[in-house]
Each structure stands twice: as C-alpha cells, then as structure tokens.
C-alpha cells in the first residue's frame, strides 16, 4: 500500500497504518506521582510482559491500574490508594489526618484541671465551705470547634494510637470544656457560678432516649424574702436557669435563649423557649373524638401561688426529659414516620435494622496537645437556617398575619418540610419542685439526629454523621454570681426528693441476668414489651425513669466501643493479616512491632504486651 504525504503543516499527526502494530508500553505514567508511588517498579515488570497484538478491528482490553498494581510480580500494594478507596465505599469511615507518631508523654492520662481564683474577693458557697474557682490552661469549646479529652495507646496503632478519655473529677459532673470562659466550678464540678451577664454550661452526659432525670439546688440566688428583682444596694439580683440545652446553643447566653434549649426561669417560675415565656400545664386526658375547640384547649394551665411565685435559694428543681426510641427518631428525620404505623414511642415495636442504623456512629477527630494535654478536636455543629427563623422575634403576629403560610412553615410537627423543625412525639420535659410534681413544660422536643444537626460546611466538615454525643444535656445559665448546685443522682445519697417512679436501683431499669436468643427474644417471649429493649444480652427498660448519672459508665462503654470498631475499620482499609503477614519489612507490620517495643520501653506495655495501669486507668 502506497503510504500517504504528509501535508506542509507540521503539527497534523499522520494517520495511522492499515498495520496493526502492538503498543511498545502499556499506559503507565514512567514518572511516580503521589497517586501512582511506584510508577517505576510497574513500568519494568511490564516491559517484561509478552504483548500480544488484537485481531483487526478489534479493542485491546486491558487491566486498571489499580489491578495491575496488585498483580505485577515486584510491586507493592499502594496503601494511600487501598485508603482512598475505602474512603469511597458505601460504608463510611472516620476519616484520618496526617499527625506526627505520639509524644511520651501523651501515653500518661490527661492531667487535672488547673483552677485560679476569683480576684480580689473570691466565690464561696454562701456557708462558706466551698470555693469556686476558674479553670485555666484548658481547652474550651468554641464556636465551630468542640475539644474532648485524649490519650495515646498502643493497641490503637492502625487509628494513629488515640483514643477517647476523660479528665478528673470522674463521674457525672458539669463538663469544664463544655462552658463559658468565665464559669466558676467547685473542684467536685458540681457546684457553678458566674460573676458576668448570663452564661452558661453544659453537663458531660446527654440524654438520647428513654426518661432521665436530674435536680439543681439554687445555692445562691433570689432570696427567700424581699423582691425578686432588685438586689442589694440597688445592684443586680443574682438568678439561675435550669434546663436540657443541645450542643448548638449558645454558651453567653441562658438556657432558652433559642430553639435549641429549654429553660425554666427562677422569677416568675416560667418555661422559657426562644426567649418566650410560658407557663407550666397538665395535659389533659385524650378523648377518641374530639371538638376542634377542645382540640385547642387541651391543656390545663398551672397558676402559681404567691408563695411560690418564684424560685430562691433553697429550693430544689428537678427536671425529668422523656424522649422516644432513637429508632423513631431516625425515622423522623429521615422523613419517613408514619404516624398511622408508628404509633408508639419505639421501644415497644422493636425494628432491629432499624436500631442498627440509628448506630452508625462517625467520629471525624483529629488530635491536638494544648497546655500539657492532648484533645480530639472535632467540628461543632451549628445553627441552622430554619432554626434561626424559628428562633427570630421579628417575626411576630403581624408578620405571620401577612404571611399566612408562615407560621405553618415555622410550627414544629414530626412531618415538617425542614428536618430541623421535625418535633419528637412523645417527648416532653417535666419540672418537680421541693419533690412536688409542678407540670409539664414542654412537649414535641425538636429532633436532634443528623439531618437535624449539622456542622458547618464551609468549614470541611462531612454532615450527615452523628458521631454519638448528639442529644439533649443537662444546661445551668448563671447570672451575677447565682449559685446552682447539680445532683445527678449517681452519689452515694441519690437525689434530694427523688420523684416516686423513679429507679431505686440500677437492677430496677436493668436486668443483667436474662439472657437471649439470637431473635432478640428474652427467654422465648417478645423482649420488646412494657418499653423493654435487648441491648448486647441485657434487657433494659427505657421508659424507667433513671438518674441522669447512669449515663456517664454508659458513655464510657459506647467510647471504648467505637474506638475498638475504628481500630478495627482502619486494620482492614490497611490490608488486615494479609499486610502483616509481607514480612518485617512492610510498612504497617514495621510500625506495629516498633511502636509496641517504643511502647513497652515506655512502660505502656507490660511484659505480656498489655495494657499498663496508666493507660488503663479510666476503663
């Protein structure tokens, strides 16, 4: 065949021949790239191959990189690339940052909170036994950050050795990195003041489901005679607020100042929601039929007396939550609730898959030392749009009567187009007072299950992830040096005026010796009847009330347990036995036996490879 002239330009490629003609190369960059590391080694072992020339017309089929990677004779997987595909799986994984190997000190437990006093005159209890103090050189929640406690372990080398701790005091307390900059706590983290305008603090355990149950003691406040509004010398009146507060609400603000908490005030004894008050109420027995104007009045309002018009010193407030299954929960914010089929609270219609899925927990942390400790600091989550319109005060009777879908798009219900605005059905928080039943406060609680909850993009953070420690807390706002003192019920006294349904001991709402069979059932009948749910071989009734307090050893168990199932994750994106068994000089099995020998020199190890006590310690 007579060849073909080139053309005068230069630059056109001439066409290709009638010839078939095997590729020199198979399509393989001959330059390492980060994505592509042995680019090289590949190259060789493929010159090596024997090519074998297509039949006319016909595609030459050939092998991904990624396979040819695996399969070539002297190459080795590419870790970076196994992690990146596993980032892309169906199932999600926390995700892991570039960190320098831990520090010596980073194995020993977080070290106690350093406290200074107040100046000149310090915060004392009104008895003058206890001093308030401030807690320095520690990390503090920000707005778009949250810090919890961290330590390094050895048998975590695949997560990059860290795992989740605490800090003393141990137990259910108010949590020192979960509070305004300028709140006071006693060494026992029970008692908290403040000297400034209202601010705030959260507790270190949360309520996600079932009833729970905790009781604040106004230390120092309004006083028990005289006017509850003008303090000594004409000066301001110290006050508390109690309450349940999510982790997005404001910490210089009270207890509900927004949407996303729920308050009582001590003057006027009011709930408070968005800044507005209202007043306590008894619901009244629910009838088959109903009238449209029984409907909107089915509430029998509370009228205080004069003598308990207000909350002073001395008095104890109790606050009980009740909150549905979380099964129902991520039902509701997943927008599929039907309330003619889901017509309980979730713990009596038992969907195990659907209880699998309100588990996936994602924890994206990276660890930070500050101030001779080491935090895992995550992404905060954030205020939401149709919160903030939910929460607004401009938007007021006028404004909803020129827009008449407006207060429709901002009225709560379990349906509502904007998952944040999705309300919880049967939840509610009721207040006791001295061990007397005032009411309930509030009823249809917004839901707080990711997609309700979300971080803030712009900042990287992935939404859509819960990563366990979603719910509603425990909150004390403290004003001009009002004095709360929190009893979470896992002291050896129990609470002051404990309410009569309440958990006498853990075996009321727990027992630890009924067994189960695969089915979930307990003993050959249905585990999921009277509120009674079968969690890892231990029937527990959640409608129970139970002390707030019981939550923080449960926390504890859900911390070691993600941490062993991202230990686990990580073990496997990085190639499991079969990545150990290439021999000493693979990547992981060399950082395996030398940070165990880095470790047991260190004295994390003993000499069996376990765990030391200092390590141990917390668990």
């Not at 070290?111 to 050189?137: Q, Y």
């Not at 349906?415 to 049967?426: D, Q, V, Y």
Request: some cysteine; aromatic content about 8%; glycine content about 8%.
């Amino acid at each position: 065949m007579t060849d073909i002239p080139s053309s005068s330009r230069g630059a056109t490629p001439n066409p290709p021949s009638a010839i078939p003609q095997a590729l020199a190369e198979p399509h393989i960059p001959a330059v390492s790239s980060p994505l592509n590391p042995d680019a090289s080694v590949l190259v060789t072992a493929a010159r090596t191959r024997p090519t074998k020339a297509p039949a006319r017309e016909q595609r030459e089929k050939r092998d991904t990189i990624k396979k040819r990677e695996s399969t070539a004779k002297n190459g080795t997987p590419d870790r970076v690339a196994d992690r990146k595909g596993a980032a892309t799986r169906g199932v999600p994984s926390p995700m892991r940052y570039a960190i320098p190997p831990p520090r010596t000190s980073d194995y020993d437990p977080p070290r106690p909170p350093l406290f200074s006093s107040h100046e000149p005159n310090p915060f004392v209890t009104p008895d003058g036994e206890v001093e308030l103090k401030r807690p320095v050189d520690h990390a503090v929640n920000k707005k778009d950050y949250r810090y919890t406690p961290c330590v390094a372990d050895p048998q975590f080398s695949h997560k990059q050795y860290y795992r989740q701790s605490d800090g003393r005091p141990y137990g259910a307390r108010m949590s020192l990195e979960d509070a305004d900059k300028w709140m006071h706590f006693a060494p026992s983290g029970l008692l908290v003041t403040n000297e400034k305008g209202w601010r705030m603090a959260r507790a270190n355990v949360c309520a996600r489901e079932g009833s729970l149950y905790y009781e604040v003691k106004i230390t120092k406040g309004v006083p028990t005679e005289g006017s509850a509004l003008n303090g000594d010398e004409g000066g301001p009146m110290p006050h508390i607020r109690m309450g349940w507060a999510r982790r997005e609400a404001p910490l210089d603000a009270p207890v509900g100042f927004d949407g996303y908490s729920y308050g009582v005030t001590d003057v006027r004894f009011e709930t408070m929601h968005r800044s507005r008050g209202s007043r306590f109420y008894h619901p009244k027995p629910k009838k088959s039929a109903k009238s449209k104007a029984a409907q909107a009045d089915d509430k029998n309002y509370v009228t205080h007396s004069d003598a308990d018009r207000d909350v002073r010193t001395g008095d104890v407030i109790g606050l009980e939550i009740t909150l549905p299954a979380l099964s129902l929960q991520r039902k509701i914010v997943d927008g599929i609730y039907n309330p003619a089929v889901d017509i309980g609270d979730g713990f009596e219609q038992r969907d195990p898959h659907a209880e699998l899925a309100t588990l996936d927990i994602v924890r994206d942390r990276i660890p930070v030392p500050y101030k001779g400790n080491v935090y895992f600091e995550t992404f905060e989550y954030q205020a939401t749009k149709p919160m903030d319109l939910y929460a607004d005060r401009s938007l007021s009777a006028t404004s909803a009567a020129t827009t008449p879908d407006l207060k429709n798009k901002l009225t709560p219900n379990p349906n509502h187009a904007e998952p944040p605005l999705r309300s919880l059905p049967h939840s509610a928080i009721r207040v006791w007072r001295n061990g007397k039943l005032v009411g309930t406060a509030f009823e249809n609680l917004l839901a707080f299950l990711p997609p309700a909850s979300a971080p803030a993009a712009a900042n990287g953070a992935r939404p859509g992830f819960d990563d366990g420690a979603l719910g509603y807390y425990p909150a004390v706002a403290s004003f001009s040096g009002g004095i709360a003192e929190l009893n979470f019920g896992d002291g050896p006294d129990g609470f002051w005026f404990p309410p009569p349904h309440l958990a006498s001991t853990a075996k009321d709402y727990r027992n630890d010796i009924d067994m189960h069979d695969a089915d979930g059932l307990t003993n050959g009948s249905n585990g999921g009847v009277g509120g009674q749910r079968a969690v890892a071989g231990v029937t527990q009734n959640y409608r129970q009330l139970r002390p707030i307090g019981a939550r923080y050893k449960e926390q504890i168990a859900e911390d070691v347990l993600w941490d062993i199932i991202d230990e686990c994750d990580f073990f496997v994106q990085d190639g499991g036995y079969a990545a150990e068994a290439e021999g000493g000089e693979g990547e992981i099995a060399a950082s395996v036996v030398k940070s165990g020998a880095l470790a047991r020199a260190r004295g994390a190890l003993g000499e069996e490879g376990m765990l030391g006590e200092e390590v141990s310690r917390r668990y």
